[in-house]
């Protein structure tokens, strides 16, 4: 697995980003001695079967256990592999990452595969390559993948084996490792009484100290400093959390250990503003609403229910956002870093839906495991998730299958409006508008764009953001065409584009939803910076359903000095049928947009595709739709309305 969801401190950790509220709603409202006499592993125990328990193993449905033992046995042939300090430094050179983190993520799948498969089997005859695997990762050096190095105090470039750091690849390994030393410390010590006393030990000396003894790392939030809080903090303490409970044997380090995850934890849910919008947008929700959902479920379960935050309205509408950000198949609105099409996460989608109450969001799980053919596959792409979709898979699947095609959202706090034209159906218009400000997680200067939809498929796009590199969490990220306002939904004004920060953000924001119509208004002003020279520039994105999608702007310049244009991104085929009417297709869709050719003037602009992230959502060519404002007076006002042929 890929580990895109970094987000550098170095760059974000410092932020101020003021918490929502201190709702401190598990440290806050539980004591460390009533954690301590409730803590328990019965429950998890029954979610997540042991390795010796094989009634349960051997009752998981028979396609799957054929499939993972077929896995496990293209794994018995895995070279395990070194991680050269060249591929460390690549990082440092030239920004690249990933020839680091493949090598590193091949040994980490072949040891999911042989865990898989013993476990499925129950005969040892994974056992021998589990433990190379496993004694593998104890030679190796790190667990921290390249661009997280920076955390070290000797900074990024080669991991420093006397100062072990905690980040994304981290909890990620000890995730993985803990369940394997968890389910099959027994089994090891059939072979040798070292090995599992060694793989304790690199967690311990690797994982455990670090976290009990600092509260430095940024993501943790608990250095008395403001911080933004992104889906590190939640993650991180999942992984923490679980760790503790597999490995962790002394009672008092484990009450401790656990608490401070509910200290940290605390403050991801704070930062949450009500609405339960997720700034890093959808692609990144599985890992922080969604993983909000896994840290809590375990923490419930490992106290016997006595820690249970599942009735708040706010861990709902964290969990209902993923609805709210579906349009249809696989897209979703794709805000900041999100790409635009994505694989949900049924399990979790489901799991939080039912422990919220909340059908649709359950509905919509259902749906994701059909869609994503979990009859035929196991869906094992994590230790925990995995053993939790083996037993439960048959629930999920035999839900009431269902998108949620909802006519409206608004997320107030967040800024974030939706509409489409009809609740239940992908037919016609989908839009979303996006208000907020610049200094939001993942940030791209993006305040006042849109997505436009029809049938489901793309109009007018959010671009998302490109493979990861060095450069896209440091000093040069605005640099990158991706991030800048150039090359989004928003206006060009005097020759300026917006300023990252977050003084630089939407005002006047309203969100409207009636029968037959959905408007969306704000003044994109304040986005800008003095150079814009712009009093005011309100712009109205207005859904009439069932007939078209108007696009208003009036604007306020303290002085003309350079060109202002709309600019408009979109993965459509445009040709111009006569000035003021320009085609767009798409798939077999086809849309007009009108505008006053006196007023604007038309240029497309082509835009090659060649970064495999981007490709991954969008067509090799993409297109900027320029429309220059012929006018040099201070004030005016245009319309653009997109209809379908």
């Given at each position: 697995m890929?580990?895109?969801?970094?987000?550098?401190?170095?760059l974000?950790?410092?932020?101020s980003?003021?918490?929502?509220?201190d709702?401190?709603?598990l440290?806050?409202?539980?004591?460390?001695?009533?954690?301590?006499?409730?803590?328990?592993?019965?429950?998890?125990?029954?979610?997540?079967?042991?390795?010796?328990?094989?009634?349960?193993?051997?009752?998981?449905?028979?396609?799957?256990?054929?499939?993972?033992?077929?896995?496990?046995?293209?794994?018995?042939?895995?070279?395990?592999?070194?991680?050269?300090?060249?591929?460390?430094?690549?990082?440092?050179?030239?920004?690249?990452?990933?020839?680091?983190?493949?090598?590193?993520?091949?040994?980490?799948?072949?040891?999911?595969?042989?865990?898989?498969?013993?476990?499925?089997?129950?005969k040892?005859?994974?056992?021998?390559?589990?433990?190379?695997?496993?004694?593998?990762a104890c030679?190796?050096?790190?667990?921290?993948?390249s661009?997280?190095?920076?955390?070290?105090?000797?900074?990024?470039?080669?991991?420093?084996i006397?100062?072990?750091?905690?980040?994304?690849?981290?909890g990620?390994t000890?995730?993985?490792?803990?369940w394997?030393?968890?389910?099959?410390?027994?089994?090891?010590?059939?072979?040798?009484?070292?090995?599992?006393?060694?793989?304790?030990?690199?967690?311990?000396?690797?994982v455990?100290?670090?976290?009990?003894?600092r509260?430095?790392?940024?993501?943790m939030?608990?250095?008395?400093k403001?911080?933004?809080?992104?889906?590190?903090?939640?993650?991180?303490?999942?992984?923490?959390?679980?760790?503790?409970?597999?490995?962790?044997?002394?009672?008092?380090?484990?009450?401790?250990?656990?608490?401070?995850?509910?200290?940290?934890?605390?403050?991801?849910?704070?930062?949450?503003k009500?609405?339960?919008?997720?700034?890093?947008?959808?692609?990144?929700?599985?890992?922080?609403?969604?993983?909000?959902?896994?840290?809590?479920?375990?923490?419930?379960?490992a106290?016997?229910?006595?820690?249970?935050?599942?009735?708040?309205?706010?861990i709902?509408?964290?969990?209902?956002?993923?609805?709210?950000?579906?349009?249809?198949?696989?897209?979703?609105?794709?805000?900041?870093?999100?790409?635009?099409?994505?694989?949900?996460?049924?399990?979790?989608?489901?799991h939080?839906?039912?422990?919220?109450?909340?059908?649709?969001?359950?509905?919509?799980?259902?749906?994701?495991?059909?869609?994503?053919?979990?009859?035929?596959m196991?869906?094992?792409?994590?230790?925990?998730g995995?053993?939790?979709?083996?037993?439960?898979?048959?629930?999920?699947?035999?839900g009431?299958?269902?998108?949620?095609?909802?006519?409206?959202?608004?997320?107030?706090e967040?800024?974030?409006?939706?509409?489409?034209?009809?609740?239940?159906?992908?037919?016609?218009?989908?839009?979303?508008?996006?208000?907020?400000?610049n200094?939001?997680?993942?940030?791209h200067n993006?305040?006042?764009?849109?997505?436009?939809?029809?049938?489901?498929?793309p109009?007018?796009?959010?671009i998302?953001?490109?493979?990861?590199?060095?450069?896209t969490?440091g000093?040069?990220?605005?640099?990158?065409?991706?991030?800048?306002?150039?090359?989004?939904?928003?206006?060009?004004?005097?020759?300026?584009?917006?300023?990252?920060?977050?003084?630089?953000?939407?005002?006047?924001?309203?969100?409207?939803?009636?029968?037959?119509?959905?408007?969306?208004?704000?003044?994109?002003?304040?986005?800008?910076?003095?150079?814009?020279?712009?009093?005011?520039?309100?712009r109205?994105?207005?859904?009439?359903?069932?007939?078209?999608?108007?696009?208003?702007?009036?604007?306020?310049?303290?002085a003309?000095t350079?060109?202002?244009?709309?600019?408009?991104?979109?993965?459509?085929?445009?040709?111009?049928?006569?000035?003021?009417?320009?085609?767009?297709?798409?798939?077999?869709?086809?849309?007009?947009?009108?505008?006053?050719?006196?007023?604007?003037?038309?240029e497309?602009?082509?835009?090659?595709?060649?970064?495999?992230?981007?490709?991954?959502?969008w067509?090799?060519?993409v297109?900027?739709?320029?429309?220059?404002?012929?006018s040099?007076?201070?004030?005016?006002?245009?319309?653009?309305?997109v209809?379908?042929?």
């Open positions: 890929r580990i895109l969801f970094l987000l550098c401190s170095s974000f950790g410092l932020i980003a003021n918490a929502q509220a709702r401190n709603w440290a806050g409202a539980y004591s460390k001695q009533q954690l301590a006499q409730n803590l328990t592993m019965e429950k998890i125990n029954q979610q997540f079967p042991v390795y010796k328990d094989r009634a349960r193993w051997e009752s998981i449905d028979p396609l799957y256990k054929q499939q993972l033992i077929k896995d496990g046995e293209a794994a018995l042939k895995y070279t395990w592999q070194v991680v050269p300090a060249t591929t460390y430094l690549e990082f440092v050179k030239t920004g690249e990452r990933y020839v680091m983190e493949d090598i590193y993520n091949q040994n980490m799948a072949a040891i999911k595969k042989l865990l898989f498969a013993e476990l499925a089997e129950g040892r005859r994974f056992i021998p390559q589990l433990i190379n695997g496993v004694w593998n030679e190796i050096t790190s667990w921290s993948i661009a997280s190095l920076n955390l070290q105090k000797a900074g990024a470039g080669l991991p420093d006397n100062e072990p750091v905690i980040e994304l690849g981290t990620i000890v995730n993985v490792l803990a394997t030393y968890h389910l099959f410390k027994e089994e090891f010590d059939k072979e040798n009484k070292l090995i599992s006393p060694r793989l304790k030990q690199e967690i311990e000396r690797r455990l100290k670090p976290y009990y003894e509260n430095d790392f940024w993501w939030a608990l250095d008395g403001t911080r933004l809080v992104n889906n590190w903090n939640i993650w991180l303490n999942y992984n923490m959390l679980t760790t503790i409970l597999l490995v962790e044997k002394d009672p008092q380090k484990r009450a401790d250990g656990i608490y401070k995850t509910m200290r940290s934890a605390d403050k991801f849910i704070n930062y949450y009500e609405d339960g919008g997720c700034e890093e947008g959808p692609a990144y929700w599985s890992h922080a609403g969604g993983m909000l959902y896994n840290y809590l479920s375990l923490l419930q379960s106290t016997n229910g006595t820690v249970d935050i599942f009735n708040k309205p706010l709902r509408n964290i969990g209902s956002y993923i609805c709210k950000a579906y349009i249809d198949s696989s897209w979703y609105l794709n805000y900041a870093d999100a790409s635009a099409k994505i694989k949900g996460d049924a399990a979790i989608v489901y939080y839906g039912k422990a919220v109450n909340d059908e649709q969001l359950q509905d919509f799980g259902s749906w994701l495991a059909r869609d994503q053919q979990w009859d035929k196991p869906p094992v792409e994590t230790v925990y995995g053993i939790r979709n083996l037993f439960t898979a048959k629930e999920v699947l035999s009431e299958a269902k998108q949620p095609f909802m006519s409206y959202a608004w997320m107030k967040t800024g974030i409006g939706v509409a489409r034209d009809k609740e239940g159906s992908s037919k016609g218009f989908y839009f979303s508008a996006l208000a907020g400000h200094d939001e997680s993942h940030n993006d305040v006042g764009t849109c997505v436009l939809y029809y049938d489901g498929k109009v007018l796009i959010d998302g953001s490109g493979t990861y590199t060095r450069q969490f000093p040069e990220r605005y640099t990158i065409w991706t991030m800048r306002s150039a090359y989004h939904n928003v206006p060009l004004i005097n020759g300026t584009g917006q300023k990252e920060g977050a003084k630089y953000a939407a005002k006047d924001v309203s969100f409207v939803n009636q029968q037959g119509s959905a408007k969306f208004k704000l003044n994109v002003a304040a986005a800008y910076p003095e150079k814009a020279q712009v009093r005011s520039w309100d109205i994105y207005e859904l009439k359903r069932g007939r078209s999608f108007i696009i208003t702007d009036q604007y306020k310049l303290a003309y350079d060109t202002s244009a709309l600019h408009f991104m979109t993965s459509a085929v445009p040709e111009l049928r006569k000035e003021g009417l320009l085609q767009l297709q798409t798939g077999d869709v086809k849309m007009l947009m009108e505008y006053d050719p006196k007023q604007l003037a038309l497309v602009e082509s835009i090659s595709i060649t970064d495999k992230r981007l490709l991954e959502s067509p090799p060519v297109y900027r739709l320029i429309l220059k404002v012929s040099k007076k201070t004030e005016g006002n245009f319309k653009v309305v209809r379908k042929e």
